[in-house]
């Protein structure tokens, strides 16, 4: 059974950092490329960076790009999101989400993804 578990979330003042972590288990994960998508009260769940298998490519949403930073490391099956900045409109559900490694289409469409976190909480207070 595939699991997908992030941490790291919480309260952060404007201007603050985060680092959320998210572990699958269940798959192999250097087979999948990694996204980190978020979605606040009332809105759509949108994306915010992805990661390709090796770690060697990444792409970021406008809103997070510059203050933002997807990692991985395959030998821990991990994959990170680094935020610095923080602003109140990053609050948020973050999830980690996981699809195959040759999987076509654009990695900012959730449909792409095979499987999800429970996500995260992230609250940036002003």
């Known amino acids: 059974q595939v699991q997908l578990v992030e941490s790291g979330g919480g309260l952060v003042q404007a201007g603050g950092s985060l680092r959320l972590s998210c572990a699958p288990s269940g798959l192999t994960f250097s087979s999948y490329k990694m996204g980190w998508f978020r979605q606040a009260p009332g809105k759509e769940r949108e994306f915010v960076a992805a990661i390709n298998w090796s770690g060697g490519t990444a792409s970021y949403a406008d809103s997070v790009r510059g203050r933002s930073t997807i990692s991985r490391d395959n030998t821990k099956n991990t994959v990170y999101l680094q935020m610095n900045r923080l602003k109140p409109e990053d609050t948020a559900v973050y999830y980690c989400?996981?699809?195959?490694?040759?999987?076509?289409?654009?990695?900012?469409?959730?449909?792409?993804?095979?499987?999800w976190g429970q996500g995260t909480q992230v609250t940036v207070s002003s």
């Open positions: 989400a996981a699809k195959p490694r040759y999987s076509r289409g654009s990695d900012d469409y959730t449909d792409g993804y095979d499987y």
